[in-house]
């Protein structure tokens, strides 16, 4: 039988949180189906605040409860971006969008693994394009 191999370049990437390895996640950093999602990610994230009735709850059980389910829809699209359960991870046991010095937890995270995304993509179609010369180039016409 023959077998061929696919590799996606899926790296592993070590979470800390306050200083404690908290785990780490998995996922593609050079996969353009990733940067799409992440882009619709922006869209939703924002439907979703748009959407929220946090601001005009009075009762705290109705806040938390709003407020649970903004975190769990927020953590499901976060899954969804990376295609990898990486919210528990990265969040633990607390809301996504949790702040530290005015930044949320979600704004840390992908404030961080952007610029390793975007480098990992642009590193990766100069390699593509040059393996494509290698091998295309010698059936160009002249």
Do not use: H
């Amino acid at each position: 039988m023959v077998q061929l191999n696919i590799e996606t370049g899926v790296k592993t990437i070590d979470i800390y949180r306050n200083g404690e390895k908290a785990g780490v996640v998995k996922f593609s950093l050079s996969d353009p189906a990733l940067l799409k999602r992440l882009r619709d990610v922006s869209a939703k994230s924002d439907e979703i605040q748009k959407n929220s009735k946090l601001d005009s709850l009075t009762d705290l059980d109705e806040q938390l409860e709003e407020a649970t389910r903004i975190d769990k829809e927020m953590r499901d699209l976060l899954d969804w971006a990376f295609a990898a359960p990486v919210s528990d991870v990265v969040f633990g046991d607390s809301f996504c969008f949790t702040t530290c010095d005015g930044v949320t937890a979600m704004e840390q995270f992908l404030s961080g693994v952007t610029p390793l995304i975007e480098e990992a993509f642009r590193g990766e179609v100069k390699a593509a394009d040059e393996r494509r010369k290698k091998y295309l180039d010698k059936y160009k016409r002249k």
